[in-house]
């Protein structure tokens, strides 16, 4: 928790140090949510991802960014008694930055970048069984397009990869379409 304090006090003194030329962009999307691999992940199901974003663009090219990702997958339980199946709740909270390309005077962005991810879930399997680490490694991307003349609202794609460094694995990916606002 202590870190986490950490990167939100150093977060907010670089927001407040560059806010005079930045812009702050709040982007909600809903996809796919898909277990990619590992042991930990092979008895979840593809599901829905609800994604919500928070980037402040302080410079043209760079832009700290905070992400929630939700997905709601079946687990699947085998056991000597037999076959159940339950909903879980796998909760992804992501802090890190992006590079921005923007593109056609501004009317297009291309993005990616690295993020530390945090996650939870109702199933123990992914937070306390096998001892399974709390932080995953997150690559992001994506791009998004103006649908207005002032460039307040943008609509695009958005991909997240995020994986563990451990044994057993754990990976995920959501694919998410976006709607963006720009202040």
Not at 20 to 36: E, L, M, N, R, V
Not at 73 to 86: A, D, K
Request: with cysteine; hydrophobic share 40%.
């Amino acid at each position: 928790m202590r870190i986490f304090r950490l990167l939100f006090f150093a977060s907010s003194v670089c927001l407040n140090a560059f806010s005079q030329d930045g812009h702050g962009t709040i982007s909600i999307g809903a996809g796919g949510g898909f277990p990619a691999g590992g042991y930990r992940t092979g008895q979840f199901s593809d599901s829905v991802a609800f994604s919500a974003a928070y980037e402040f663009r302080f410079l043209k090219y760079i832009a700290p960014e905070v992400g929630l990702t939700n997905l709601i997958p079946n687990y699947t339980n085998f056991s000597e008694y037999g076959t159940s199946v339950s909903r879980e709740r796998v909760t992804l909270l992501s802090i890190g930055a992006r590079g921005v390309l923007p593109l056609a005077n501004g009317r297009v962005e291309l993005f990616a970048g690295p993020n530390a991810t945090h996650i939870w879930s109702s199933q123990a399997e992914l937070t306390k069984g096998y001892q399974a680490p709390a932080w995953l490694l997150e690559l992001d991307g994506g791009g998004r397009i103006a649908i207005d003349r002032g460039h307040h609202f943008w609509i695009g794609p958005t991909v997240r990869f995020s994986r563990d460094g451990g044994r057993p694995t754990e990976e995920w990916v959501s694919l998410t379409g976006d709607f963006a606002f720009r202040f």
